[in-house]
Nanobody, 124 residues
Framework: QVRPVESGGGLVQAGGSLRLSCIAS????????MGWLRQAPGKERTFVAG????????RYTDSVQGRFTVSRDNGKDTVYLQMNSLKPEDTAVYYC?????????????????WGQGTQVTVSS
């Protein structure tokens, strides 16, 4: 079982940047696609970005395309989410999760191992 652990959240002003990290404990995450998902206050959890097991394929929700970049280092069992040009509407708890397969999707129901989340707050 993969146990993701997120770090890197915090408070940042609009226009600023943050880099989230997700390291796996337990089994290696290199055999699974990984994703970043978020939940804003009073809203449902939604897909943000995903990356295939090898890192060659990535996908993003429209609202973060061009601002966020997902990457991974399988040698370190770590996945990253670089967030630039942050907006107040990006404020949420961000979760790292392991997909059930190699290539991943934007369907959050297919993410089976979840971290505890890290808070990102963007002030205006």
């Amino acid at each position: 079982q993969v146990r993701p652990v997120e770090s890197g959240g915090g408070l940042v002003q609009a226009g600023g940047s943050l880099r989230l990290s997700c390291i796996a404990s337990g089994r290696t995450l290199s055999s699974r696609a990984m994703g970043w998902l978020r939940q804003a206050p009073g809203k449902e959890r939604t897909f943000v970005a995903g990356i295939s097991w090898s890192g060659e394929s990535t996908r993003y929700t429209d609202s973060v395309q061009g601002r966020f970049t997902v990457s991974r280092d399988n040698g370190k069992d770590t996945v990253y989410l670089q967030m630039n040009s942050l907006k107040p509407e990006d404020t949420a708890v961000y979760y790292c999760a392991a997909h059930r397969g190699l290539w991943g999707t934007d369907n959050i129901d297919e993410y089976i191992y979840w971290g505890q989340g890290t808070q990102v707050t963007v002030s205006s």
